[in-house]
């Protein structure tokens, strides 16, 4: 009884287009996935500490606010699903139907569609939130993982590991138009604010690939090279882009480091030691800051994005991997 | 006439557009020996399709993928009963396939590369560890995906170095390849700074497997087989031949560690593995043949995959245009080890991290840290450039 009351309010919650209206300037709120801990820390970035612990169910990876900033989804892939919690009360609040294994999953603009990359049974999964019903399932490569839809809204893109493509998918018809091939084990993908570009990471390849999306070519290539470090160790996985499309944050996993790369010419600038094995990143809305997930050394560099210096570090729990501020 | 030379025309337009859309179709081999060798303990006791299903998952991989590029992948598996010839079931298989795994021993495999030489087959080694065909007897046209000997030594030696434990108590048994299995071993301990404090040898004397008061028996043996050694750190064991290893653990007159053939094991793959993704695989695995994966499944499937990454990368089902790619200086693989998987291009064994197992668990990963090469980490591991004899041909 009192689940399903939870259930219509969340329901209610979901739809409401309404901003979060009680954030102060310039404090935010960032949620961050500990994998091997079955939790999920929250970092207040006002004072940079761990504010709340908040249990959560089996290896959570992929996490995001939903559009409306009033609840976290976050995939709990070996329980089969992704949990929904609520920013205020910052509790598990519910659960949705995503099919087996959820790692990444993107939203439409609405917040009323998700798209679940289901590595376990190649597909991608596309749920209703307000029905909270599969709509149906898409059949793409082996081990589907980094999902991304354009700022249009009119392609999802997802990134198959086993068979290394970059699959462009017409979010109307659900049809596949058509698939790029790119370096070894794509994980992430991310579009320019402009759409001109989509950049896909690939872990094993060490490359980031830089895709026309209008006429499905790789159109270039990041290449990386840090003096000391073997090649093997740079894994490139997280992309963060600035709003000006000017510059492109890639997280190079045991590599330790955050490249910071000038998207006109491709070239890396910079690059920021962070902790050990760095996933994925998350920008404060004020594009101020970047928070990066450090999975071996359990916790959070935080990264001033005009100065591009590593200012802060958190501690947070086990194998931080996902992270995402409330808009 | 002129009607008659259209409707011909467009007839064969139709039938190339037709043949178009038809998929390139790659053939790949399966050539293995049916039966399997008994194992002391029950549980690793190898299932019949031992390899041949990593082939068939690797197939069903590059089939996924291969819709998206308009190829299809094909497996004739041929399992030889005893006294078959090796050469005939292979230039057989050969008249279908461009490629061919193997899973055969040294002999019969080098007897098969050179009757497919002028062919231009392409085989993939998954199953002989043996050096020598990676060294003396290498060949051009047969790729390594089973680790060497002096690879799986060099990983264990690595860790047990790591770790501290340097002085090694060596337990060889007494047929061929458990002494070719300890001198990898001995040839680690030089590299990696350990001694070896005394060798002794069990020798098969015969006996069975399985013996309805086995137990009894052997926790009589072992303590005293192990009594009176030099102090020691860690008992390491070669025996190939499941005659003696899996019954040392626990029972050795020091209390001491077991390693190489029983207790910390090194192998190229274990179906504890669940790092860098590999969960899915296992997945995977489990649910198309509903047992778990094997070191050699493992082996079989990088082979196969390897053919699914060259023909996606080429665009091409062409052997000699795929085989060119694997081979060249940009092909790598990915094979849920935390890194890619290259080529050593002097003796075409590929190079990979090796597990280091318990039989419930992945206990590290070689190479260990701070062992250090200038091209590879993973060239710490087996014979390096330098060392090679291998003279490709």
Not at chain 1, 45 to 65: A, D, L, Y
Not at chain 1, 240 to 268: C, E, Q, S, W
Not at chain 2, 75 to 90: F, I, N, S, T
Not at chain 2, 164 to 180: A, F, I, N, P, T
């Amino acid at each position: 009884m009192q689940a399903e009351v939870r259930t219509r309010m969340l329901r209610a919650g979901l739809l409401s287009g309404l901003a979060l209206a009680a954030a102060p300037a310039h404090a935010f709120i960032a949620y961050v996935s500990n994998e091997k801990g079955n939790t999920v820390s929250v970092i207040d970035t006002e004072s940079w500490t761990v504010t709340k612990t908040i249990k959560v169910g089996q290896r959570p990876r992929g996490i995001e606010f939903t559009r409306d900033g009033k609840f976290v989804m976050v995939a709990v892939g070996d329980d089969d699903t992704i949990q929904v919690i609520d920013a205020k009360t910052q509790s598990v609040v519910d659960s949705l139907p995503s099919g087996p294994d959820p790692e990444l999953f993107a939203q439409d603009a609405a917040g009323k569609i998700l798209y679940v990359a289901n590595e376990n049974d190649n597909t991608v999964t596309v749920i209703d939130l307000e029905k909270r019903a599969r709509l149906g399932d898409i059949q793409v490569g082996v081990e589907p993982e980094g999902m991304t839809i354009s700022p249009d809204g009119k392609t999802l893109i997802n990134t198959s590991e086993t068979t290394n493509m970059a699959h462009f998918i017409d979010t109307s018809s659900r049809q596949i138009v058509a698939n790029v091939l790119v370096d070894a084990r794509p994980r992430f993908a991310e579009f320019r604010h402009d759409s001109s570009e989509l950049w896909v990471s690939s872990e094993i390849g060490g490359t980031v690939s830089v895709i026309d999306p209008r006429k499905h070519e790789v159109i270039g290539k990041v290449t990386f090279e840090i003096p000391g470090l073997r090649r093997e160790a740079i894994q490139p996985v997280g992309i963060g882009m600035t709003r000006d499309d000017k510059t492109a944050f890639i997280a190079l996993g045991p590599a330790n480091r955050i490249a910071v790369v000038d998207t006109a010419t491709r070239k890396v600038t910079k690059y920021l030691l962070v902790g050990q094995r760095v996933w994925h990143m998350a920008f404060t809305p004020d594009e101020k800051y970047l928070l990066t997930t450090n999975g071996v050394s359990n916790d959070v560099s935080v990264i001033d994005v005009a100065a591009q210096k590593v200012i802060k570090t958190i501690q947070v729990g086990e194998l931080p991997w996902g992270i995402t501020i409330a808009p | 006439m002129i009607r008659c030379l259209v409707v011909l025309i467009g007839l064969s337009l139709a039938a190339t557009q037709a043949r178009a859309a038809d998929p390139a179709l790659i053939g790949v081999g399966y050539l293995g020996v049916a039966g399997t060798r008994s194992t002391l303990s029950l549980v690793e006791q190898p299932a019949e399709n031992d390899g041949l299903a990593g082939a068939r998952l690797a197939i069903e991989d590059n089939n996924t993928t291969g819709k998206f590029l308009n190829q299809r992948f094909a497996l004739e598996e041929r399992r030889m009963r005893e006294g078959e010839d090796a050469v005939q079931a292979a230039t057989d298989l050969a008249a279908r396939n461009g490629f061919i795994i193997a899973d055969l021993p040294a002999d019969a495999l080098l007897k098969v590369a050179d009757s497919l030489r002028d062919r231009g087959t392409l085989l993939f080694n998954a199953g002989a560890i043996d050096e020598r065909l990676r060294e003396a007897d290498c060949r051009a046209n047969v790729i390594h995906t089973a680790p060497t000997r002096a690879m799986l030594a060099d990983a264990l030696g690595q860790y047990l170095v790591w770790k501290q434990w340097k002085r090694w108590l060596l337990v060889v048994g007494s047929h061929d390849e458990d002494k070719l299995f300890a001198d990898a071993l001995r040839r680690a301990a030089t590299r990696f700074g350990a001694k070896i404090v005394q060798e002794r040898v069990f020798e098969d004397t015969g006996g069975a497997r399985r013996t309805d008061s086995g137990v009894t028996l052997i926790q009589r043996q072992m303590p005293v087989f192990t009594q009176q050694a030099p102090a020691y750190d860690v008992l390491v064991a070669a025996d190939e031949s499941e005659v003696f290893a899996a019954y040392l653990p626990y029972r050795t007159w020091d209390p001491r560690p077991v390693a190489g053939s029983a207790g910390l094991v090194p192998r190229s793959w274990d179906a504890a593995q669940d790092q860098w993704g590999a969960i899915q695989m296992q997945n995977r695995f489990m649910k198309l043949n509903s047992r778990r994966m094997s070191a050699l499944d493992m082996q079989a499937w990088t082979a196969v995959r390897m053919i699914g990454e060259a023909t996606s990368r080429t665009n091409s089902g062409d052997v000699r245009k795929v085989s060119d790619f694997i081979k060249g200086p940009d092909f790598s693989v990915a094979a849920f080890k935390g890194t890619k998987l290259t080529l050593r291009d002097w003796n075409l064994q590929l190079r990979q991290p090796i597990l280091l197992v318990d039989g419930r668990m992945v206990v590290s990963v070689s190479p260990q840290e701070g062992f250090l090469h200038q091209v590879s980490e993973l060239d710490t591991l087996g014979y390096d450039r330098p060392e090679s004899k291998c003279k490709l041909k």
